[in-house]
C-alpha cells in the first residue's frame, strides 16, 4: 500500500509545480500586453456633470432648463446645455483643463462655479442658483 500512495503524490506534486510554474511565467510576459490594452480602451478625456438647485424658505427643488454655459480656461472650449427635469446637466469629451461654468434661467440671478478637470476623470459640481427678485407685476 505505502508504493501506490508514493505513485499517486509524484504526479500530483508535478501538476502543482507545473501549475505554479506556468502562472509565475504568464505574469512576466502578459503583463504589458495587458496593461496598454487597458490604458488604451480608458478614455483620456473626462466630463463634469451635476445639479442645479433652489433653496426657498424651507426646501429645496432642482431647477429644470437652466442654460449651463462651460467655458475652457486653457482649451478655449465653449459649450452649452440645459438640465433635465430632475436639474441635471454634463459635459462629456472634455481634456484637462480650469472650467468655468454659468448657469442662468430668466427670474433668477447666474451663477457660477469653477471645475478643474484632469484627464480621464468625471468631476460633480452643485451649482445653487438664487432668484433674481423680481416679481411680475399684471396690469
Do not use: H, W
Not at 512576466?28 to 496598454?36: F, L, V, W
Not at 480608458?42 to 433653496?55: A, L
Not at 454655459?69 to 441635471?88: A, I, Q
Amino acid at each position: 500500500m505505502s508504493k501506490r500512495k508514493f505513485l499517486f503524490i509524484i504526479p500530483t506534486a508535478a501538476v502543482l509545480i507545473i501549475s505554479l510554474v506556468l502562472s509565475l511565467t504568464a505574469g512576466t510576459k502578459g503583463e504589458k500586453d495587458i496593461t496598454n490594452g487597458v490604458e488604451s480602451a480608458c478614455s483620456k478625456r473626462g466630463s463634469i456633470y451635476g445639479t442645479v438647485v433652489y433653496f426657498q424658505s424651507c426646501y429645496m427643488s432642482y431647477l429644470q432648463s437652466v442654460q449651463i454655459e462651460l467655458k475652457g480656461n486653457k482649451t478655449g472650449v465653449k459649450k452649452k446645455v440645459n438640465t433635465d427635469r430632475s436639474g441635471t446637466f454634463a459635459f462629456d469629451d472634455l481634456k484637462e483643463d480650469k472650467y468655468k461654468l454659468t448657469a442662468s434661467k430668466k427670474g433668477f440671478k447666474n451663477a457660477k462655479a469653477t471645475v478643474q478637470l484632469k484627464d480621464g476623470r468625471a468631476r460633480f459640481t452643485e451649482i445653487e442658483i438664487e432668484s433674481s427678485g423680481k416679481s411680475k407685476k399684471n396690469k
